[in-house]
């Protein structure tokens, strides 16, 4: 009999306890992401009371009863799970079989492919981010049911003293509109709920950040977290990678003395910080950032 449950993450509910299925090749070469696989929806149990996902593989169901034949048993497997997680790294053409068979029965399914490290111990962004789908696609499946041909959302990150909240609540209002039209995938710290891995989340949302904005204040420059955790990849990401570094100065502070910031041109004149400004000159900074935005999606 299944149980109500509730997950913690996002803080909306799942009622009841779900199966997820693994499709891929039963060869050693695909273990890692079995194990990765798994990893990540143990990150999703452990969000929920009471209930762990049941994840399987179908040669993990061995030996097949003698009544049944293999495909019986293998439709058997696709008919009675909640969520398909599907290994397309090699084409294999039992996998895409399987996965035609899936999407023909309107399964919600998640397709992988071979982007992640073979070392197991490097794997955490990937295991995280898998959760984070796998949580979603739970809650809705039907997003995930039919194949559909997406845009790809520029990854934005907003880096913000929390001393500066009502000019961050101000630029995410003009924010909104992108973010509602599907145009840009928001990351900001007030998404993460009680018990969210906080580091990690931050972690994983600045590897993935095609655009930074940065709200830069004398308490921004002189927050720890900030300058040892954040703006280091950014920086990074910015030479590697070609990140988008968009400074917006909040207040008076050193901003043009830093020698790693002031490479980059602020939105604004420093001369100039928004909380110098009257209403109508600083909304006119909040929408030159969403142009900004937009223009980078």
Known sequence: MRRKTFAALEGDIISMSKKALIIQPFSSEFEVSYSLIKDAVRVI????????????RIDKTFPFDSVRSIIEVIYDNLENVDLII?????????????????????KPVILISRGYDLNLKRNEG???????????????????????????????????????RS??????????????????????DTQLQPG???ENEIKEALKIAQVAILLISADFLASDFIVDNELPPILSNAKMKGTKI???????????????????????????????????????IYDDISKCVEKCS
């Open 126 to 164: 990937f295991v995280h981010n898998l959760a984070r789908i796998i949580d979603d696609a739970l809650k809705n499946p039907y997003d995930y049911s039919t194949p559909k041909a997406e845009t790809p959302k520029n990854k934005v990150f907003i880096s913000y003293s929390h001393q500066d």
């Open 86 to 106: 599907c290994d397309v790294s090699n084409a294999n053409p039992n996998v895409m079989y399987e996965l035609g068979y899936a999407h023909g029965i309107k």
């Open 246 to 284: 968009i400074p917006v100065i909040l207040k008076p502070c050193r901003f043009n003395r830093d020698k790693n910031l002031s490479v980059f041109t602020a939105i604004n004149d420093p001369c100039s910080p928004l909380s110098t400004l009257p209403e109508c000159k600083q909304e006119r």
């Open 45 to 56: 149990s452990s969000k929920l009371e009471g209930n762990d996902i049941e994840i399987n």
């Open 196 to 198: 969210d891995k906080w």
């Open 167 to 188: 000019f961050f609540d101000r630029l995410m209002i003009h924010l909104r509109p992108l973010k509602k039209q599907g145009a840009i995938d928001l990351w900001v």
